[in-house]
């Protein structure tokens, strides 16, 4: 009877045990709690905002201000090389008259397209962005130098002192600097030079670029003027000795046959020998003493008399005519032609390249408004956890 009682106790007793069920969490993100969390730290977005607004404007307006003036150049035409572009062709068809083997292919090549619009644009794009021409412009540029004075940079002695040392690097950094603000990119779809220099103040920007532009068109025909002199120099030059070398060898030639002419008239007098004889020297030997004493007297006197040497070397006739062509010819030094024709000319540049100011200001105000909500939510779920 007690068991039974037990037992029904006992069953009762489990029945009421309470059973333990884990509470189901909810990890998702509820949109209307985000945007209750940022209403509560509004304070916080709008005072870090206030003051990226407040910095940034301080920033723009005391920023290094930079201005880019541009220029558009092409390739010029052939009108506007017409007197040194005809002088090249001109030489060359000269030395090419006379077979001139002095210049070969390449050279003669490289010569006639001296003054060839392409050549022309194409030396001028090279020398534009030449860091010696850049560096060589700057260095004299009075803009440059004055730039330099209001900075307190001083340029660098040849002392090799810790002070100097100091000032070189410092020198040349402010020089790099300018010198990659010089620009030339070409559009090969278009064949269009953009030109650009990019300054500190609005008025030097197309002053500078301005005054590179002719210093760089300076350079240019300078130097195709110096290589075009040059290239005729050496061609004289070359025909010269050439013409020198083959007289030296004619003459040469010439003394050895007198002296084999006079040796055969020593045999033939010695020998009786007064006229032509046609059995002797049949094999045509050494010294040619069938011809007769008569013949070969006539023959030393006529070697004798030889002033021309291009009788018997006609190349010599051919090479001096060539020579004299080219000191008869007449070469203009005409320079006022241009490397390259405008597309569109150098003007000072309406609005700054840098800073941009309302893009600065908004882009601060974003950043610190992104940065306040990351702070507020990142707060906020520390806080909910801890709780």
């Excluded at 020398?127 to 307190?152: D, P, Q």
């Excluded at 010198?179 to 002053?207: V, W």
Aim: hydrophobic share 40%; charged share 25%; proline share 3%.
């Amino acid at each position: 009877m007690m068991t039974q009682t037990n037992k029904n106790n006992l069953t009762q007793h489990e029945v009421n045990i309470p059973v333990y069920q884990p509470a189901y969490q909810d990890d998702e993100i509820d949109l209307r709690e985000l945007l209750k969390v940022i209403w509560d730290y509004k304070w916080l977005t709008v005072f870090m905002c206030a003051v990226a607004i407040v910095g940034s404007i301080f920033y723009a307006l005391n920023a290094q201000e930079w201005w880019v003036a541009k220029g558009k150049v092409i390739a010029p035409q052939i009108n506007d090389v017409a007197t040194l572009y005809s002088q090249s062709k001109k030489v060359g068809a000269i030395l090419n008259a006379g077979n001139s083997s002095s210049n070969n292919k390449k050279e003669m090549k490289d010569f006639i397209d001296l003054f060839e619009p392409d050549t022309l644009f194409k030396n001028f794009i090279n020398a534009f962005n030449s860091s010696v021409n850049k560096k060589v412009f700057l260095e004299k540029n009075s803009v440059f130098i004055e730039y330099l004075k209001e900075n307190n940079i001083k340029v660098p002695s040849k002392e090799l002192s810790l002070s100097s040392l100091e000032e070189r690097q410092k020198y040349s950094k402010v020089l790099n600097d300018w010198m990659t603000e010089i620009n030339a990119s070409l559009n090969s779809e278009h064949s269009e030079l953009s030109l650009s220099f990019k300054t500190s103040m609005k008025e030097s920007s197309a002053e500078l670029l301005n005054a590179y532009i002719v210093y760089i068109s300076k350079t240019v025909k300078d130097n195709q003027f110096e290589k075009f002199l040059m290239f005729v120099e050496s061609s004289k030059q070359e025909l010269e000795i050439s013409v020198e070398m083959s007289e030296v060898k004619v003459q040469q030639k010439l003394a050895r046959l007198l002296k084999k002419t006079e040796y055969a008239y020593q045999i033939a007098s010695q020998s009786n020998l007064v006229d032509y004889q046609t059995n002797v020297n049949p094999n045509e030997e050494l010294f040619q003493i069938n011809l007769g004493e008569k013949a070969l007297k006539a023959k030393i006197k006529v070697l004798k008399s030889i002033k021309d040497l291009s009788i018997l070397d006609p190349s010599i006739s051919q090479m001096q005519i060539t020579l004299d062509t080219l000191n008869n010819l007449k070469f203009v030094d005409d320079r006022s032609f241009s490397p390259f024709r405008y597309l569109e000319i150098v003007e000072p540049p309406l609005a700054r390249a840098a800073p941009k100011r309302a893009l600065i200001v908004i882009l601060s105000t974003l950043l610190a408004g992104m940065l306040s909500i990351f702070i507020a939510l990142v707060h906020y779920f520390m806080t909910k956890k801890e709780v």
